[in-house]
C-alpha cells in the first residue's frame, strides 16, 4: 500500500481585541513540514499582523494505492 501526498492547505486564525477572528489561508504545504515548523509559521504570522494565533489547522489530501 503506498500514500502519495496530493495536496494540503495550513489555515491560521487569529483574533483581534474585539473578538473578530480573522482566517488565512496558505495552499501547496510541504510533505515535509513537521509539526515544530508549522508552529514557527504560526508565531511568524501572529509578529507579521500583530495579532495572537488562536488556532492553526492543516489539512492535507492523499491518494491510496495498493
Known amino acids: 500500500m503506498s500514500k502519495t501526498w496530493l495536496k494540503s492547505n495550513l489555515v491560521t486564525i487569529t483574533t483581534d481585541n474585539a473578538g473578530k477572528e480573522r482566517k488565512r489561508t ?3 504545504i510541504s510533505s515535509s513540514a513537521t509539526e ?3 508552529n514557527d509559521f504560526g508565531k ?3 509578529e507579521l499582523t500583530g495579532l495572537p ?3 492553526i489547522n492543516l489539512t ?3 491518494a ?3
Do not use: L, P, Q, R
Open 53 to 55: 494565533i488562536t488556532d
Open 60 to 62: 492535507v489530501v492523499s
Open 64 to 66: 491510496i494505492a495498493e
Open 26 to 28: 496558505f495552499n501547496n
Open 36 to 38: 515544530e515548523k508549522i
Open 44 to 46: 511568524i504570522v501572529a
